[in-house]
């Protein structure tokens, strides 16, 4: 295979010799030129200079003393421009989202020289067409006027779109005018304000481009009227046209791809022919379509195939992986770079990315990026600003700043987590080293404006910090530190930028509209890799495989949706007018982008095109249109194929843990009568409903992770009624307590409500600070009220047990319990530490309670089926609240040492205390007998402790190995947070 570039070096050495020097070639990308100039120095025989290359934005802007601004900085001189002419009070940020539309029509009119003042009348006011119109053709005449019949209708009949649409048409060509005043009082302009700049002049007979004597235009397929003009004024002083095409798709007008050469062809004519006929038709090629189930495994498969292509003696710079969908880049690399163990293909060595490496996925991008969320998600109210949990976590933890090794940083997340900090107080991190400045800045609570801080301060702090790593990192002398400079330098440079500009404007924008700008001086950021350009395995988007040639080519994301990429851009110029007076639709994209596709298959012998077939929110899975012409109209051979994933079930192989020496040493630990650990009753509960749960949390001390609890769990809401209740009680003191205290409490709203707001403070935020919270979340308002119905309902209901004659004292409250219980394990006697805390143990007519509250879903009735099914089978977990308040009795037994000679367990249900029917005794109830109340512990205290003593026995005992027991159904996948390590 002979590329375009290496035929066109020759032809071009053949005609001008060691004269080449003095050519001019015009290449419509930077890439071309490096392949051109490597063919044209295998073609030299002695040293010579070389020919002086460009691209055609280069050519035309050197001929200008305008000089083309950033995006923003149009962005703000329109506006200026707009304020002027429509005198409203409309602001930066209702502007801005507009506004970029309209600079991409402005400067697609003056590309096709297209005439402001007649694109922009309302011809619906003229009775007809004028002869200013007169260069249209007759179509095109028709169109406009098709379009301005809908607004024939008088003033008062229009509707409200079509009133809208007129005013603001009206005023786009004043805003115009106004625009290219402003930009050239500045010494500023836009692309196509240079370009028709350009055309016109050539136009008036002004003599350009002196120095370009000897000019070649290589490669150019879609050309814009104003490089029409200045292709007619080059071919006039003997320019050379050179074209890269085929007669497969140039000849057949049907054939979109060639839309644009079948007139470049008749209007500047080729200096030469260097493409053989039906080169892509008659050519050997291999082609193969292959359908992917994702992304991921698109990619992969695409490393494998270039590798395979490399271990078939394939040379690595003569193929190309293209992608359509750039955020393939990273998968692809890591699959190149991925050493299989079992693939015989040999490593690529040497890649080449000619789209650079995205900014948008550096971490100095990924910082920026939290920083701002930083601020879309503070909260503020009168006790100060306060910032989200996730957002600070993500800065302090940020790799950039985390090998930084700063102690603060390590002491906020600490405790972000120890004390459950949702938001932070800006009072605390604005202290912070280094990021303390992104902290500082002041909030304001204005609803109005949209942004809540100033971006001017914001931008400022953003670009402190970045200076301050950028020193950091120049200190190292690493390879990931250089990697880092590069990367905040480029970050710097365009942040600087546009920080200047908008303090240099005194532009007053929201945060909002600051991000927007931020992201997109950064999102087309790309930094170069370093490399010789034209070595290695070959990486790149579509647009830059412009005039290059490869043997082996690979093109990823071949989806419909995704090539052709024709987005809809938003303008101001409807579509029949754009289509009238020559302007570019979707229409001449797609054919842009059907050049693209076929002209990289020309040359090419191995093919193979991927795409995604699982259809979601991107994409409908469906194969790219140009795909299907292939297979019905190029006549081609090709092959389909589909790569399906690997699918095996594995049942997950049952857990046993056995008790080792090393298990069984720790065991002893809870009975050996050092009261170094101790069993809780809830412990003992999940012995009983999973042994393998109880090892992993007991024994293996594996604890869940902790995390920043946003929501209010069932154990939180637990512990904040236990500690409210707690408190309340505390507050009536241990005295009998009379009917007119707890009717007193219940009047006194705002007393329960402090109480909550304490306890919701020490259980859920750990903090006093952190108060703050109920006054921001309607979500934990709601979960405040619950709580506090709660409460209200218990005292409520103890109340009534005092109106009816009974009398009520607290003996304790949250009184932490410890007791040592023999039983017997193998023979031997052993004593087991039991430790726990008590709800509540009153006296209720004299009889002692040990009260245990209760958040869970109420049944009914306090009732259990015996105490066998406490202890053993399925049903451990719906009875352990009966078994772990006998347990609680039992403790209480064993620390009073038998002094208290009637006990009496009870489970306050909290959502049931409201009821009628209410009891909180516990009733036994076996088979279909009445239940039969619980009385006094003593009575069941041999059975209870005889079940109670088999399981200890079970537990301690060597020969019972801790395995999976729990109910796969009900507890493993709602409850357990083992469940990740059984995947029951």
């Given amino acids: 295979m002979t590329s375009f570039l290496s035929d066109l070096a020759r032809t071009l050495y053949q005609k001008h010799g060691d004269n080449i020097h003095k050519l001019t070639i015009v290449f419509p990308s930077r890439r071309a030129r490096y392949y051109f100039s490597r063919a044209l120095a295998q073609l030299i025989k002695q040293p010579t200079w070389q020919p002086r290359y460009v691209g055609i934005d280069e050519f035309i802007h050197g001929h200008t003393s305008l000089r083309v601004a950033d995006s923003y900085r149009l962005i703000i001189e329109l506006y200026r421009a707009f304020a002027d002419v429509k005198k409203t009070n409309e602001t930066f940020d209702q502007f801005y989202f507009w506004g970029e539309a309209l600079l991409n029509d402005f400067d697609a009119i003056d590309k096709y020289m297209v005439e402001p003042d007649q694109l922009f009348r309302n011809l619906a006011a003229e009775k007809e067409l004028t002869d200013d119109l007169s260069f249209l053709t007759d179509e095109q005449r028709e ?165 395979d292509i490399v271990a078939r003696g394939g040379k690595a710079e003569q193929t190309a992986i293209v992608f359509t969908d750039e955020t393939l880049l990273t998968p692809v690399l890591s699959a190149i770079s991925y050493s299989d163990e079992g693939s015989t293909s040999p490593q690529i060595e040497t890649v080449n990315v000619t789209m650079g490496y995205p900014l948008t996925i550096t971490p100095v991008y990924s910082l920026i990026e939290h920083v701002l969320s930083l601020y879309r998600t503070l909260k503020s109210n009168d006790d100060g600003v306060f910032f989200y949990h996730k957002d600070v976590s993500a800065i302090v933890s940020h790799q950039l700043l985390k090998g930084l090794g700063i102690e603060e940083f390590e002491n906020v997340r600490k405790q972000i987590k120890e004390e459950n900090q949702i938001f932070l107080s800006q009072s605390r991190l604005c202290q912070l080293p280094l990021i303390g400045p992104i902290f500082s800045i002041e909030a304001s609570s204005n609803k109005q404006k949209e942004g809540k801080v100033s971006y001017q301060r914001l931008s400022a702090a953003l670009i402190d910090i970045l200076e301050q790593l950028l020193d950091r990192e120049n200190a190292k002398s690493d390879e990931q530190s250089e990697h880092y400079v590069e990367f905040i330098n480029t970050t710097l440079v365009a942040l600087r930028k546009l920080h200047t500009a908008l303090v240099r404007e005194a532009m007053d924008i929201s945060l909002q509209v600051y991000v927007s700008l931020v992201r997109k001086a950064l999102s087309g950021i790309r930094i170069p890799f370093e490399g010789f350009p034209v070595a290695g395995l070959q990486l790149m988007g579509i647009l830059e495989t412009r005039n290059l040639d490869f043997e082996n080519v690979i093109i990823l994301s071949l989806n419909d949706d995704r090539f052709p990429a024709v987005a809809q851009q938003p303008s101001f110029v409807p579509y029949n007018i754009k289509r009238a007076f020559g302007m570019p639709t979707y229409e001449q994209q797609e054919a842009m982008y059907a ?91 999940s012995y009983l409903t999973c042994r393998l749960k109880f090892y992993f949390n007991y024994i293996a001390d594996v604890k869940e992770q902790e995390d920043v609890e946003e929501d209010i769990s069932n154990q939180i809401f637990g512990k904040i009624l236990h500690e409210a209740m707690d408190v309340i009680y505390q507050q009536l003191g241990k005295e009998s307590i009379a009917a007119n205290e707890l009717e007193a409490l219940l009047n006194d709203q705002p007393r329960i409500e402090k109480v909550i707001d304490d306890a919701f403070a020490k259980e859920f935020i750990r903090s006093e600070e952190g108060k703050s919270l109920l006054k921001m979340n309607g979500k934990f308002l709601l979960v405040k009220r619950v709580v506090t119905t709660y409460i209200r309902g218990i005292l409520k209901y103890d109340l009534e047990l005092i109106k009816q004659g009974s009398s009520l004292a607290m003996v304790s409250l949250e009184e932490p319990m410890a007791a040592m219980h023999p039983f017997t394990v193998d023979g031997q006697t052993r004593s087991i530490f039991l430790k726990g805390r008590l709800d509540r143990v009153d006296r209720l007519n004299g009889i002692t309670r040990i009260v245990d509250y209760k958040t869970g879903a109420y049944k009914g009735k306090n009732e259990f089926a015996g105490f066998e099914k406490m202890f053993v089978g399925k049903d451990t977990s719906k009875y352990s609240g009966s078994m772990q308040t006998f347990l609680y009795s039992l403790m209480y037994d064993i620390s009073k040492k038998g002094e208290v000679k009637n006990i009496k367990p009870a489970l306050y249900f909290v959502r049931g205390i409201q009821t009628n029917d209410f009891e909180p005794s516990l009733a036994l109830k076996e088979g279909k007998n009445k239940p039969t109340i619980i009385e006094n512990f003593f009575d069941y205290k041999d059975e209870y402790v005889s079940f109670l003593d088999n399981a200890l026995a079970e537990l301690f005992g060597s020969s019972q190995p801790f395995d999976q027991t729990g109910d796969p159904a009900q507890m493993c996948q709602k409850y357990c947070p083992y469940n990740v390590i059984c995947k029951r």
């Fill in 595 to 685: 050049y693209y596709f076929y002209r990289l298959l020309q040359r090419a012998g191995n093919i193979h095109l991927l795409y995604n077939t699982k259809a979601d929110e991107r994409s409908t899975g469906e194969m790219s249109r140009f795909l299907q012409q292939l297979k019905f109209e190029s006549g081609l051979d090709i092959t389909e194929q589909t790569i399906g994933y690997s699918l095996g079930f594995k049942t997950s192989p049952a857990i046993t843990i056995e008790k080792t020496p090393e298990v069984m040493e720790i065991l002893n630990q809870y009975v050996d009568g050092s009261r170094r650990r101790g069993l809780s009753p809830s412990a003992i509960s």
């Fill in 143 to 307: 169109i406009i006027a098709s379009f301005w019949k809908a607004f024939e209708a008088k003033e008062s009949q229009q509707n409200e779109y079509q009133s809208q649409f007129l005013s603001v048409w009206e005023a786009l060509l004043p805003i115009y005018r106004q625009f290219n005043q402003r930009l050239r009082e500045q010494g500023l302009a836009y692309s196509g304000m240079i370009y028709r700049d350009m055309a016109q002049n050539l136009r008036n007979g002004e003599e350009l481009f002196a120095d370009a004597e000897h000019t070649v235009f290589a490669g150019f397929n879609a050309l814009n009227r104003c490089e029409q003009v200045l292709f007619d004024y080059m071919r006039k002083r003997n320019a050379e046209f050179y074209y890269d095409y085929d007669s497969y798709y140039v000849k057949s007008k049907e054939q979109e791809a060639g839309l644009f050469l079948r007139k470049n062809l008749e209007m500047f004519p080729e200096a030469k022919n260097l493409n053989p006929k039906n080169l892509f038709s008659k050519g050997k090629k291999e082609v193969a379509i292959v359908a992917t189930p994702s992304d991921t495994i698109q990619a992969k498969y695409a490393a494998q195939l270039a590798m």
